[in-house]
């Protein structure tokens, strides 16, 4: 079983920035992708960003040029720098980590508890 645990939430103004982090935490697994929804009430969930292990990334064009993802390897931990935010970037964002156990060879997605993100003045 791997955990998620996502910090860095919280209340910024319009042009303002956040880093969230995401770290995952377990024994015996591997993690490959990393990456961040978020939903909106009402609103289809949407893939945000998302990073390999090697270090490829792909961003919604929603975002493309305001935020960066990134990741630490050793430490199991991904990130999101929010730069240039704007109030429609207000929602719940979740991360999320595609694993491989290493005991069993399974694959699998173990998701954060999610954060919330608020840009409003």
């Known amino acids: 079983q791997v955990q998620l645990v996502e910090s860095g939430g919280g209340l910024v103004q319009p042009g303002g920035s956040l880093r969230l982090s995401c770290a995952a935490s377990g024994t015996s697994f591997r993690v490959n992708a990393m990456g961040w929804y978020r939903q909106a009430p009402g609103k289809q969930r949407e893939l945000v960003a998302y990073i390999t292990r090697s270090g490829t990334t792909n961003y919604a064009d929603s975002v493309k040029g305001r935020f960066t993802i990134s990741r630490d390897n050793a430490k199991n931990t991904v990130y999101l720098q929010m730069n240039s935010l704007k109030p429609e970037d207000t929602t719940v964002y979740y991360c999320?980590?595609?694993?491989?156990?290493?005991?069993?060879?399974?694959?699998?997605?173990?998701w954060g508890q999610g954060t919330q993100v608020t840009v409003s003045s």
């Open positions: 999320y980590a595609d694993v491989n156990s290493l005991l069993t060879s399974g694959l699998g997605r173990s």
